[in-house]
């Protein structure tokens, strides 16, 4: 990784974080210091001082990545990765991903030739350093020679600013976009790219920031490829479909699953053997069109079997951001003598359930309509802003 930052003119300017400035030669300086020589277990938070404890323990003998409240590792062996990194659990226990320095390589070599990006552009991210998205933001950033705008924390207003003050690429979730174009419609014409990705793209969410002359591009990628593998191709038409990155192989099978054969996929998770299979079976349900674009309909591994149906919860929670007096949801099967798993949304804003059932009618089928609506002030979310669905089925049983 050292040498990423020494082929680049060591006064040229590589991370700001507030009034705070780290140029090439001094990142590199920060990074040879915390180089060591065994695995470092970290819970990076969203500052330069993480992040070059990072980069320097992925320079050394490695980096083990644990989100704020884990969860813990037994084992510290990388089997010779250079990283490994926890997913995010929404759906299941978390599990290390390895990811070796030719995983790390690949996917960002691909990402610039993908989308262009070099020493001229600044990537704006305030996503967190323990989770792929804040990390890979990074990495392909100092890959490329460009530079890095952190923020410790979102807000609309602060990342709207910031939007507008020579960043040239973003980083967002769908949640976060939502909140910058509720705070600022634009144009925003200085910007290349908006990556969009780690969850559903809600109706109308692309469209609005497209009329806020937002360059967005949905882009499809998880822990286990170091982020992402598909993007939407820049200057292609407006869609929720992604194009696959150089080197990068996908296809789907008969019953839907996205699987993936690229140099960024992992070798396996801590703690067990390398996979054999150079395909990685994915745990989400897509579909490619005649160019070999894929658009994610949403993970096989959270479907809610309720009275003998398959339900996506996914696409109701998609439809309901589409009301305009919902701000937040998350829907969960919950255990019911009746239906197997009763269809729970719990939400936040100023609709009532007859509202909510009315708005579901004819859009979605009779037995994908929730069976039970709980309105909180806030759902639960992980780190990145994704749903915490299991936090919510506790939430619901308890009630």
């Known amino acids: ?21 780290w140029t090439y030669g001094e990142a590199a300086l920060q990074i040879a210091e915390r180089a060591g ?15 070059f404890a990072v980069l320097g323990a992925m320079a050394g003998a490695g980096a083990i990545l644990l989100g704020p409240s884990g969860p813990p590792t037994s084992t510290t062996d990388l089997a010779g990765a250079a990283l490994a990194i926890f997913t995010s659990g929404t759906s299941g226990r978390p599990k290390g991903a390895r990811l070796t320095w030719e995983n790390v390589e690949a996917a960002c070599r691909a990402s610039v030739e993908h989308l262009g990006h070099g020493t001229e552009d600044v990537w704006l991210t305030a996503l967190p350093l323990h989770h792929v998205s804040g990390l890979s933001a990074v990495a392909r950033s100092a890959y490329a020679g460009g530079g890095v705008r952190l923020l410790s924390r979102f807000d609309a207003v602060g990342f709207a600013r910031e939007m507008r003050s020579g960043s040239t690429i973003v980083s967002v979730v769908p949640t976060m976009l939502h909140r910058i174009l509720d705070h600022d419609a634009g144009p925003f014409d200085n910007l290349r790219a908006v990556l969009v990705g780690g969850g559903p793209i809600p109706d109308g969410l692309l469209e609005r920031a497209s ?21 939407l191709r820049p200057g292609a038409a407006l869609g929720r479909r992604a194009h696959p990155l150089p080197g990068v192989e ?147 049983t308890d009630l």
């Open 37 to 51: 020589d065994s695995v470092e277990i970290l819970s990076p938070g969203i500052d330069p001082d993480s992040l």
């Open 211 to 231: 009329a806020a002359r937002m360059p967005v591009l949905p882009s499809y990628g998880m822990t286990e490829t170091f982020g992402q593998v598909a993007t």
């Open 250 to 396: 996908l296809r789907v099978g008969d019953d839907g699953p996205i699987a993936l054969r690229s140099d960024q996929v992992s070798p396996g998770y801590l703690g067990e053997v390398d996979r054999g299979d150079p395909w990685f079976v994915t745990s989400d349900l897509g579909e490619v069109d005649d160019e070999g674009a894929v658009t994610v309909l949403g993970r096989a591994d959270i479907v809610i079997v309720t009275g003998g149906e398959n339900v996506n919860p996914e696409r109701v929670e998609a439809e309901l951001m589409g009301h305009v007096s919902v701000d937040e949801v998350v829907v969960v099967g919950v255990e019911d003598e009746l239906w197997g798993s009763r269809l729970v949304a719990v939400y936040n804003g100023s609709a009532g359930r007859a509202d909510l059932e009315s708005w579901l009618t004819g859009r979605l089928p009779g037995f994908m309509v929730p069976k039970q609506w709980v309105a909180v002030d806030s759902i639960p979310r992980t780190p990145l802003g994704k749903p915490d669905r299991r936090q919510a089925q506790h939430l619901v």
């Open 1 to 21: 990784m050292i040498e990423w930052f020494e082929r680049v003119d060591p006064d040229a300017v590589f991370l700001r974080c507030g009034d705070d400035v």
